[in-house]
C-alpha cells in the first residue's frame, strides 16, 4: 500500500500514525503536488496529498483514507464505541482539518513552507492574521484537555488528527507551550510518546532534513 504526499501535511502524517497505530505496512511516495506523478494524478484528481494505492483501488483525502485503513483493520480501534465519545472523536478530527490548520496554515506556510521550501517570500501580513486567530483555538484545546485523551478515555482519530497537525506547527515553534497551555502540552507529550509517533518522526526528520539542505 502507498500513500502519496509530503510529511510536512499533517494530512498525510495523520494517515500514517493511523496505519502504524494499527501495524498496517504503508510506504510513503514522496509526491510535489506541483509537479505529479501520474499514479498520484489518477489517484488524486485534484492534487491534493495525501492520496492511497492499495494495488487497483486508489483513494483521496485523509479522512477518507483512515475509514479505509480503519474498515480494513478495526484492531486497535480508533473509533470509540460510545456514542458521545465516538462523536467527540470525529469533532476533532474536524478540528483539527479545518479550523486548526486553517489559521495555523497561514504562519505555516508564509514562515516555513515558502520561503524556507519554495523559495518564495512569505506574507508576514498574512501569517501575522494565522497567529491572532491561533490564539483562542490553542486556548480552546488546553480547555478540553484532561489527564486522557480528547473523545474520553479512549485514544482515537481525534487525538491523532489533532496532534498531527500540531506537529506541522512546530515547525514554526507552535506546538502547544507548556507555560501558557500546559493541559494541552501534557497530552501532547502522551500522544508524541506513542510508537506509532516515533515511527513516523524518524523518516520524517530525514526527509524534511534533505529537503532544507541538511
Ligand atoms: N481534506 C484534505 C486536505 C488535503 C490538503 O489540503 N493537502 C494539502 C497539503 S497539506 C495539499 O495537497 N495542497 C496542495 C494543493 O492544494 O495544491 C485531506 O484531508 O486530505
Same mark, same amino acid.
Given at each position: 500500500m502507498k500513500v502519496y504526499g509530503f510529511p510536512i501535511s499533517p494530512f498525510v502524517r495523520k494517515v500514517h500514525l493511523v496505519a502504524a497505530e494499527k501495524g498496517i505496512p504503508v510506504e510513503l511516495a514522496l509526491s510535489n503536488p506541483a509537479d505529479p506523478a501520474p499514479e498520484f494524478l489518477a489517484a488524486s484528481p485534484f492534487r491534493k496529498i495525501p492520496a492511497l494505492v492499495d494495488g487497483d483501488f486508489t483513494l483521496c483525502d485523509s479522512t477518507a483514507i483512515v475509514t479505509y485503513l480503519d474498515a480494513l483493520?478495526?484492531? !486497535?480501534?480508533?473509533?470509540? %464505541?460510545d456514542a458521545k465519545a465516538k462523536a467527540r472523536a470525529i469533532w476533532f478530527e474536524e478540528f483539527a482539518d479545518t479550523i486548526l490548520i486553517a489559521a495555523g496554515g497561514k504562519v505555516l506556510f508564509n514562515?516555513?513552507? %515558502? !520561503?524556507? &521550501?519554495? %523559495?518564495r517570500p512569505g506574507d508576514e501580513a498574512v501569517a501575522e492574521q494565522g497567529l491572532q486567530e491561533l490564539g483562542p483555538i490553542m486556548d480552546y484545546l488546553e480547555s478540553q484537555c484532561g489527564d486522557g485523551w480528547l473523545a474520553d478515555d479512549e485514544f482515537s482519530i481525534g487525538d491523532i488528527a489533532v496532534a498531527a497537525t500540531l506537529r506541522s506547527l512546530g515547525y514554526i515553534? &507552535?506546538? !502547544?507551550n507548556p507555560a501558557t497551555h500546559p493541559r494541552a502540552a501534557a497530552w501532547y507529550a502522551r500522544v508524541t510518546a506513542r510508537p506509532s509517533w516515533a515511527q513516523f518522526a524518524a523518516l520524517e526528520d530525514k526527509i524534511v532534513g534533505r529537503a532544507l539542505g541538511r
Open positions: 483493520q478495526p484492531e !486497535p480501534s480508533i473509533t470509540p %464505541g514562515r516555513f513552507v %515558502g !520561503p524556507r &521550501l519554495m %523559495g515553534d &507552535l506546538e !502547544p
